[in-house]
């Protein structure tokens, strides 16, 4: 059909959202999936009328500026949106949408994953045994953390704080958590609210990182706020990896302040401190929050919707900017 609107997609995405991309739009897709860099991308938008990006390509104020006048809305493939300069977005006139919600439970899982699998010691145990070097269970041997009845705090409680708290809760923890503003009591479902984290990290056993990366929220987990955590407590971070001072958190796992940490995300990715690598007691996951198909697509066809709903003159559902 001719006159479909322009959509160009910087990334490989999964087969069905490409298929409904490719059944709706004039769409370029990026089968190959190499990384533009802002010059490529630049030219690649020219006489789009759409974008569908990921946070691998920075939406700094330069960036949006240079944006051809053509592209009207821009869907990131994200929930987060630390990559937009959203203030420069409304100067322009360009929309912005990102995917809430439909990665909830699955960034969740992921967080009570790293919390497990640090407590109990999940990549020492498995490199043991891949190695050979399992000769029967031994009572004193590879001794985890008990996680059930243990203390949880959260740091964000969102949608996605929100749902680790829940599986949190099917471990019998307690759940404590330090938010801007308190959850009414049907949200809370009992959790312990501080208004003031210094008050909270005394109490965390575990912690959890669930906010958004801001200005305020940069390297929120420093080693001040570490040194008020229990001696032996668990650091678990799904979130961005700015909001932990890296290199604050490496220290306190060197020198045994931390019992250990697992993380899924860094400060610059992909790049992993050589210190974490080579630590036992942190479990490490390349960002991999919303990495199921079901979750994938979910995000994909939610880039679709706020898109679809733009060129028929709606109102995008999960507009930013
Ligand atoms: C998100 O959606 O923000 C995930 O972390 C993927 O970047």
């Known amino acids: 059909m001719p006159n479909k609107?322009?959509?160009l997609v910087t990334r490989l995405l999964p087969p069905e959202v490409e298929a409904r991309l490719q059944r709706d739009y004039d769409v370029e897709l990026n089968p190959t999936d190499q990384l533009y860099d802002t010059e490529t991308l630049l030219a690649k938008a020219e006489g789009a009328d759409a974008l569908?990006?990921?946070?691998?390509e920075s939406m700094s104020a330069e960036v949006i500026q240079r944006l051809p006048e053509s592209?009207?809305?821009v869907a990131t493939f994200s929930v987060g949106f630390e990559h937009i300069d959203r203030e420069a977005a409304k100067q322009r006139g360009v929309i912005f949408s990102n995917t809430p919600e439909v990665l909830n439970d699955c960034t969740a899982d992921i967080a009570m994953m790293?919390?497990?699998?640090?407590?109990?010691?999940?990549h020492e145990c498995e490199a043991v045994l891949r190695a050979g070097g399992w000769t029967g269970m031994a009572p004193t041997w590879m001794l985890g953390t008990k996680v059930t009845g243990r203390r949880l705090g959260i740091v964000g409680m969102g949608r996605i704080g929100q749902a680790t708290a829940k599986r949190a809760r099917g471990f019998d923890m307690e759940i404590?958590?330090?938010?801007r503003t308190r959850l009414p009591a049907d949200l809370e479902q009992g959790a312990i609210y501080h208004a003031n984290a210094n008050e909270?990290?005394?109490?965390?056993?575990f912690l959890s990182m669930h906010?958004?990366?801001s200005a305020e929220t940069k390297h929120w987990l420093n080693a001040e706020r570490i040194a008020r955590l229990p001696d032996g407590a668990i650091v678990v971070n799904t979130a961005r990896g700015p909001v932990i001072d890296e290199a604050a958190l490496i220290a306190a796992l060197q020198s045994g302040k931390l019992g250990g940490a697992g993380l899924d995300v860094f400060e610059r990715e992909p790049q992993v401190p050589a210190e974490l690598i080579a630590m036992k007691n942190v479990f490490l996951m390349p960002h991999m929050g919303s990495a199921t198909l079901e979750t994938r697509n979910a995000m994909g066809f939610r880039c679709c919707d706020n898109i679809d709903a733009y060129f028929a003159g709606q109102e995008p559902p999960n507009r930013i900017t």
Do not use: E, F, Q, W
Request: proline letters at 12%; one cysteine or more.
């Open 200 to 205: 909270m990290l005394p109490v965390c056993d």
């Open 114 to 122: 790293l919390l497990l699998a640090t407590a109990r010691r999940g």
């Open 52 to 56: 569908l990006i990921l946070p691998s």
């Open 5 to 7: 609107p322009k959509v």
């Open 71 to 73: 592209v009207k809305i």
């Open 211 to 213: 906010c958004p990366l």
């Open 176 to 179: 404590h958590y330090h938010n």
